[in-house]
């Protein structure tokens, strides 16, 4: 593992927010859509930091500030120590091929109108210097193979293809400049189950046959545990709870990472009786209208009056601090405390002891 | 038995030929009883549950063969009017996107109220005071200001549970739920769920919960039934099935998903694509994916074995259920 | 990893090249649980562009065969008027003034004593013409506006739809009639600039619709992380995917530019006496239409059903381009 080294990719004080105005030709701004509020993260090589959270949290939007789609409106993404939000022209083209992306709906993010090599070639078009143009339709084929395809697909439309193979596509399209990183924004979530193993598994032997870098976004816990070294849970806009895998899944301390994998559904009735499960109250606020203090707090059974008034920082918690053990990791909450969620049953080999508190 | 549909067939003609959805299905609910069908796109779940809802489109869709009993009555028999009167009254459903099924342009309130003027010929005054009554009954906060908002208004969540108030209305004896809380958040989808559950113990209604996730089956089901190329392949008490699976595609599907407590190198994936409808294999329609398959998968349908051990009855359609079983 | 090989056999019986229309997304999955799947590859399929399907659709519909006779036929005869009528349709004898049905006159004459037939012919020249050509101007003129304005937004955008609004406001025959009343050109030309002076906000408003629905399509997002231009990302991308509506509006509107025409001639303001026009025979012909109902009924019938074809192209064209219309 190469943590010790400086990360290939570091976020510091990401912000996205999006003005909501009124008036038809003079438009005046009357609030804000505050879908990012201040993320910070880093990624090592060769590592996968997944990023989970409910539908409008914000994770698709860091996903599209990180691939340059929309501009932050503060904060700096550094990509090898440089800040890549102020760049244009050249340079971030040059950039781009180093970050891609791979997208949610693959009925949606292929052109239906191209030819799947047309679909995969066009990064060439773009960048010429990556292939000379003779090369690029073997170029093509061989990403076809490596992602699982039959090269001889190269000049069907994407509709000839189901929902699978078309995220396959997706993968092929996202490796054709030889990134050396990839954001996922949650690439198996519209396929079908018994496809979404195979995709993952893809994603795992791409991503050491290419020594690539993963942020892989997605709402399943499980996936994103499958796939991860390090999970970041995101909440109204920023994370509220940050470590390596084992520490989030097997000892959370914050009370909103604590319900959302308790209420992740188990395919498994008897492991299910043994669990508590902790029902939020209520739906995720409007981002035009975060609650003071703890963004959480509305929800939050813990809730006391100084959620309120005080923001949590994103560190590790007090009480934690003088403890070397897998629950001492960054968590936003006044009164983070641990709790086992999910039981300790099966390889678990992300368990490392530790901890303290049983079930319940 | 509350429902019982017997050897169901339904085909759609498509420029490529006739696709066939649903070849062969039986299963039943009983009061009280809630049974999961599970599948992916294209098992024929969904359109198992519009047939039996009288609300398939024909065209494109043909019911080729079968019967829908509902307390006795064969529903395919009934005319349009009659099979209206238990639309509805009778037996309701649950969509998944609860924000299409509402109507934009009304209040959640008129759309509520509708139930009661149109089925029961209640006055608008009444059926306001119902719907308040309703929204209440699904935990809606405010119910009496919220009743004047429009569908636009709610929030994912809330607007599955006002198509859950609409569902239980005229508080029928059978929900069909269509992938229910697959559009919702994890945490709201709990919430939707306890609901459900809860709302179908008080009336001691029969529930069809359609669904592509085993998770959430796992929670609330007491059987399932698991469906692949438009037929039963397993059928199964919940826990039985979990424990150990009868048919070498559930095996595959429990294996294949990412578990919470678990953090492995490789999932199990099963290997290949979803059949085709128009060309749907010979013999058993999984045998292209299946680990286990002999010549005889090739060439023989499996028919729906009887695989009872215990005193819960269970059916796989695999010729080595045996081996998938016990191996 | 065994299970990962490249195209094993299995997956070609698994997947058959399926009904590939653009209908095939996850809206209709919703719907039928995609019974037509579009599951994948069988190597015996060739490559379908969305384009291919709809003419395969096209050839099939009976509708489209039909209105594409009817308009071939009219662009042949305007192009060669006298591969089926052989005489002038300026030659007329008053003395044969209002004649019925005879012998190498099968429309009769006409009040001024013209063959109806021949006029007829002829006629259909201005028709397709200014049809045409006025769709051409329409087209060009209001996707190129209205696609520009959806793609970039902004205070163009506003000021281009503030403009449009403006024009819809306008009543097309009173304006036609105030315009073209002073010019004295008796050419088609002015109608043809008449019509695409109304007729570009409405194609500017749907180029602009479905430039904005095509912008936001995953596809286009993917172009742009992999730094495309925008002027790629407006060719390749966003134009081919958000042309069909204008084809088919543009089809539709064909139809009633004929028309609007034909009105224009009748009232006297688009083209005048000895221009060939069947507005302009209409015209004449309504007066006597108690004594020579044949004189009005040839001209009218035939921009009815040259009106008609163009509309029903157009329907046929929609269907076959995006089913969910239907």
């Known amino acids: ?107 949606t993010s292929l052109n239906p109108r191209m030819t799947v090599g047309d679909i995969i070639g066009e990064a060439y078009d773009i960048h010429p210097e990556v292939a000379p143009k003779g090369d690029r339709r073997r170029r093509v084929q061989q990403l076809l193979d490596v992602v699982g395809l039959n090269p001889e697909y190269i000049n069907r439309y994407p509709h000839q293809f189901s929902g699978g193979q078309r995220q396959r596509i997706g993968i092929a399209r996202g490796l054709a400049l030889r990134p050396e990183i990839i954001v996922a924004d949650e690439p198996v979530s519209a396929l079908d189950v018994s496809v979404q193993a195979q995709v993952i598994n893809l994603m795992g032997r791409l991503q050491d046959e290419f020594d690539l870098s993963y942020i892989f976004i997605a709402h399943d816990l499980s996936i994103v545990r499958h796939i991860s070294d390090r999970v970041g849970v995101m909440y109204l806009g920023r994370i509220v709870e940050t470590g390596r895998d084992a520490e989030i899944y097997d000892h959370p301390t914050h009370p909103y990472t604590q319900a959302l994998l308790s209420a992740v559904p188990v395919p498994d009735p008897q492991a299910r009786e043994h ?39 994103l560190a590790v918690p007090a009480e934690f601090r003088s403890v070397s053990g897998p629950a001492a990791h960054d968590s936003a909450c006044h009164f983070a405390e641990e709790k086992q969620v999910v039981p300790p049953e099966g390889e678990g080999e992300g368990e490392s002891g530790g901890g303290g508190s049983g079930p319940g | 038995m509350l429902l019982e549909v017997r050897d169901l067939h339904v085909e759609f003609h498509t420029r490529d030929g006739v696709a066939k959805a649903v070849n062969g299905v039986n299963y039943g609910v009983d009061a009280g009883e809630t049974l999961a069908v599970l599948g992916e796109s294209g098992s024929g779940k969904s359109v198992t549950a519009q047939t039996i809802m009288g609300i398939l489109d024909v065209p494109p869709g043909r019911i080729t063969a079968g019967e829908i009993l509902f307390e006795g009555r064969d529903l395919l028999k009934l005319k349009e009017d009659e099979r209206r009167k238990v639309r509805g009254a009778e037996m309701a459903m649950i969509f998944q996107d609860a924000l299409s099924s509402l109507n934009p342009v009304l209040t959640v309130g008129d759309q509520l109220g509708e139930m009661f003027t149109v089925h029961r010929g209640m006055s608008r005054k009444d059926a306001r005071a119902k719907a308040v009554e309703l929204m209440d009954r699904v935990r809606i906060p405010a119910a009496r200001e919220r009743v004047k908002q429009y569908p636009h208004q709610f929030s994912g969540g809330m607007r599955q549970r006002i198509m859950i108030a609409m569902a239980m209305a005229l508080e029928p004896k059978l929900i069909i739920a269509d992938e229910p809380t697959t559009a919702l958040d994890v945490t709201v989808q709990a919430q939707v769920m306890d609901l459900l559950a809860e709302l179908q113990r008080e009336l001691h209604m029969g529930l069809i919960l359609i669904t592509h996730d085993l998770g959430v089956v796992a929670d609330v ?49 099963i290997k290949g694509l979803p059949p085709n409808l128009t060309r749907i294999p010979p013999g058993c329609a999984f045998h292209p994916r299946c680990p286990m398959a002999q010549d005889v998968c090739r060439t023989d349908v499996p028919p729906l074995y009887d695989v009872t051990e215990s005193d819960a009855e269970r059916g796989s359609a695999c010729h080595f259920w045996r081996e998938c079983l016990h191996g | 990893m065994p299970d990962q090989e490249p195209y094993e056999p299995e997956r070609a019986i698994a997947g058959t090249g399926m009904g590939g229309t653009m209908d095939l997304g996850a809206s209709e999955a919703v719907t039928l649980e995609q019974p037509p799947g579009p599951d994948g590859a069988d190597p015996r399929d060739k490559p379908r562009s969305l384009w291919s399907d709809a003419w395969h659709d096209l050839r099939r519909n009976p509708v489209f065969i039909i209105s594409a006779l009817v308009i071939l036929f009219l662009i042949v005869i305007s192009l060669w008027p006298s591969l089926i009528a052989s005489g002038s349709p300026l030659k007329c004898d008053l003395a044969k003034a209002q004649e019925g049905s005879q012998a190498g006159h099968p429309f009769g004459f006409n009040g001024q004593g013209c063959d109806v037939y021949t006029r007829t012919v002829y006629g259909a020249r201005t028709s397709v013409a200014v049809g045409i050509l006025a769709t051409l101007g329409v087209a060009v003129l209001g996707s190129v506006l209205g ?165 029903m192209l157009g329907d046929a064209v929609r269907d076959a381009l995006d089913p969910k219309l239907r």
């Open chain 3, 147 to 311: 696609g520009l304005a959806g793609f970039f937004g902004g205070a163009g955008d506003a000021i281009l739809s503030r403009i449009t609004d403006v024009f819809f406001a306008i009543p097309v025959v009173l304006g036609g009639l105030v315009l073209l009343s002073v010019i004295t050109s008796n050419t088609i030309w002015p109608v043809i600039g008449f019509i695409v002076l109304l007729g570009w906000p409405q194609i500017s408003r749907i180029a602009r619709g479905s430039v904005i629905t095509a912008k936001q399509n995953d596809y286009v997002q993917a172009a742009r992380a992999l730094g495309a231009s925008n002027s790629r990302l407006l060719l390749r991308h966003i134009a081919p995917n958000a042309v069909a509506p204008v084809i088919v509006v543009a089809t539709i509107a064909l139809g009633t530019y004929i028309s609007l025409e034909a009105t224009l001639s009748f009232l006297g303001v688009g083209l005048k006496p000895p221009s060939v026009s069947w507005g302009i025979d209409i015209s004449s012909a309504a007066p006597y239409v108690r004594n020579a109902p044949h004189a009005l009924l040839w001209p009218s019938g035939a921009l009815a059903i040259t009106v008609l074809a163009f509309i």
């Open chain 1, 275 to 313: 669990r508590e499960r902790i029902i939020l109250a209520g739906d995720v606020p409007s981002p035009t209208n975060i609650p003071s203090g703890c963004r959480f707090r509305t929800r939050c059974w813990k809730a006391r009056e100084r959620c309120a008034l005080e923001v949590p920082a």
């Open chain 1, 1 to 107: 593992m190469a943590e010790t080294t400086e990360p290939i990719l570091e976020v510091r004080g990401l912000v996205k927010h999006y003005p909501l105005t009124s008036g038809i030709l003079f438009k005046k701004q009357v609030g804000a859509v505050k879908a990012v509020d201040g993320v910070d993260f880093e990624l090592a090589r060769g590592e996968t930091l997944g990023i989970v959270g409910e539908s409008g949290c914000g994770k698709s939007t860091v996903a599209k500030m990180l691939v340059n789609l929309e501009k932050p409106t503060a904060g700096e993404i550094r990509y090898k120590g440089e800040d890549i939000t102020r760049l244009s022209g050249k340079a971030l083209k040059a950039v781009r091929r180093n970050i891609q992306m791979v997208f949610q709906d693959p009925y």
């Open chain 2, 221 to 269: 089901a007491d059987k399932i039934a698991v469906m692949y190329a438009g037929r039963i392949v397993e059928t199964a008490p919940v826990h039985d099935i979990y424990k150990a699976p009868a048919h070498p595609y559930t095996r595959g599907l429990l294996e294949s998903i990412p578990r919470l407590d678990q953090k492995g190198q490789e999932l199990y994936a």
